[in-house]
């Protein structure tokens, strides 16, 4: 499905409104200032892949503002991957601030209060993940936001070459495929993430982030187990069950959380994952989960609806 915008038809004075309209409906709610020219011109083009979408953005010079009031009815918490092509942009939140030229890319978080601006006119590529979808690749990617990460070799330019093809070639695939190709997408961009030490890197010492790395990879590997514990991630890393703990401790988190969490986030992609024909109870042994009444209550608790609510939206939304 592609969805596309322009001011081009539109009488100078239509056009400001009729762009904030746009952004708020293929992103979400923002406070635009426009800067430099007096009569705006700009384009915007989106397109889904299952979970995600992909957007191009073009536009004289913006500053988009996210506040408070408008994070107050949102539920569903986003990931924007942002790639400049022609100009610089800046994007500052949470205290950090962050600019970004082409050969590079941003992770933007929905849930916190930023601004985004470039004054120059600029061409940007926008992935659009739901947290869930990517936090079922990179634990805590809250971490991610206000990094800069470089798009001119390995994974990261593997990862912008692709939105470019898939976008080139949208066309020739069925929904399937399109869901098939956005998942490529996230791999690709955790791919290139999780490469960067920094995403590593906390309060912790350089030998305890080797040590949280490695029982991330154990977690994410063996969570279809459903004997897969604190002691057998602690036995797998070769290290002590206390020492485990102290290292998720650093981040905020359990390590009996952490799987909890990362098992939640498989299941509910594979609910909304049109490939898995499934039953529910089948979802949750698969994800490691032995017991499908409590996977149903643990899973209400975090996402506010039942596995089949989800699921029926799912297949309503496609």
Not at 158 to 169: E, G, Q, S, T, Y
């Amino acid at each position: 499905m592609q969805s596309s915008y322009s001011t081009r038809e539109l009488a100078p004075q239509q056009r400001r409104q009729a762009w904030q309209n746009a952004i708020a409906e293929i992103y979400f709610p923002l406070e635009l200032a426009f800067l430099g020219s007096r009569i705006f011109e700009g384009t915007l083009e989106a397109w889904r892949l299952g979970p995600v979408s992909i957007s191009r953005n073009c536009s004289n010079g913006l500053l988009y503002r996210r506040h408070e009031h408008h994070l107050v009815e949102e539920r569903d918490e986003s990931f924007l991957i942002t790639v400049p092509e022609i100009s610089e942009v800046r994007f500052v939140q949470d205290g950090q601030d962050v600019s970004c030229q082409p050969g590079g890319f941003l992770i933007e978080r929905s849930h916190l209060p930023y601004e985004f601006s470039h004054r120059e006119p600029a061409s940007l590529w926008v992935l659009k993940v739901p947290r869930d979808v990517l936090e079922a690749r990179i634990s805590r990617p809250e971490r991610l936001a206000t990094l800069r990460f470089d798009a001119r070799s390995g994974a990261g330019a593997l990862f912008v070459d692709m939105l470019r093809i898939a976008v080139a070639r949208i066309e020739e695939f069925d929904d399937a495929a399109r869901h098939l190709i956005g998942g490529q997408l996230v791999e690709l961009l955790a791919a290139s993430v999780t490469s960067d030490r920094r995403v590593l890197s906390g309060s912790s010492s350089p030998v305890k982030n080797a040590h949280l790395y490695r029982a991330e990879e154990i977690i994410r590997s063996r969570l279809g187990e459903p004997d897969l514990t604190p002691q057998s991630v602690a036995d797998a890393c070769g290290i002590s069950l206390r020492y485990l703990q102290q290292i998720f401790e650093a981040e905020n988190t359990t390590v009996g959380g952490h799987i909890r969490s990362q098992r939640l986030a498989l299941c509910d992609q594979r609910l909304r994952d049109p490939r898995f024909r499934g039953s529910i109870s089948e979802i949750a042994y698969d994800c490691g989960f032995g017991d499908q009444a409590q996977f149903s209550r643990t899973y209400r608790a975090r996402f506010g609806r039942t596995p089949s609510e989800a699921r029926a939206e799912a297949r309503r939304a496609g």
